[in-house]
């Protein structure tokens, strides 16, 4: 059980490029998020996800996309990088099957735009 | 309009001792609690959480108390271990679909040997 992964780890784009970065879950969880950490800043929701086919906006969603075809899989998709979405992006599911069930996070992407 | 407030960006405490960090919440909608720790280069871990019909939740050495009236909580290490040094985020939780939750700007914590 792999739990959350995310791909890649750490990458560095120019501004007003292109990139997809990967979350997958192998626990079956039907609810899925898209968090940001800025330095010295607590985590903001970009989008989330209730099940396969169904996203919604978080508190931060301008310049991403997702999509959500799977249960298993949630790309974050940035269309052109700016400096301002340089930061440590973290993928995390849930099963929501009670009410305060937690929410498990991957290992997180470190992206830096130059 | 930070929602959640964690206004010790830094805690140091000695081996042994407790370790009290505190959260704050303005959202009267906030029905569950939650304390994450995170270690560098690491996602966040789930640590403990309390129900806001409860003002007291324990499990081993953690103990998450509420103050529902004060709109606060806290989380207390006893003993604290060197290895419990990370930073620690407090996250509420909405009321809705997804239970979305809201973050804490985190306190980093340092357990002295």
């Known amino acids: 059980n792999a739990g959350v992964t995310q791909t890649p780890k750490f990458r560095i784009l120019k501004i007003g490029q292109s990139m997809t970065l990967q979350c997958a879950q192998d626990?079956?969880?039907?609810?899925m998020y898209w968090y940001r950490q800025d330095p010295g800043m607590g985590l903001k929701l970009i989008y989330y996800?209730?099940?396969?086919?169904?996203?919604d906006k978080g508190e931060v969603p301008n310049g991403y996309n997702v999509s959500r075809s799977t249960t298993e899989d949630f790309p974050l998709r940035l269309e052109l990088a700016a400096p301002s979405q340089t930061s440590v992006y973290f993928c995390?599911?849930?099963?929501?099957?009670?009410?305060?069930?937690?929410?498990?996070f991957g290992p997180g992407t470190r992206l830096t735009v130059l | 309009d930070q929602q959640v407030k964690q206004n010790s960006p830094s805690l140091s405490v000695q081996e042994g001792r407790i370790s009290i960090l505190n959260c704050d919440y303005t959202n009267s909608m906030f029905d569950y609690f939650l304390w994450y720790k995170k270690y560098p280069a690491e996602g966040p871990t789930f640590l403990i959480s309390i129900s806001s019909i409860k003002d007291k939740n324990e499990d081993g050495r953690f103990t998450v108390f509420l103050n529902k009236s004060a709109k606060h909580l806290s989380l207390h290490i006893v003993p604290s271990q060197p290895g419990d040094s990370a930073v620690y985020f407090c996250?509420?939780?909405?009321?809705?679909?997804?239970?979305?939750?809201?973050f804490g700007s985190g306190t980093q914590l340092t357990v002295l040997p």
């Open positions: 996250a509420a939780m909405g009321a809705g679909s997804a239970r979305q939750l809201t």
């Open positions: 995390a599911s849930s099963p929501l099957a009670e009410v305060g069930d937690t929410q498990y």
């Open positions: 626990m079956n969880h039907n609810y």
């Open positions: 996800s209730v099940g396969a086919g169904i996203t």
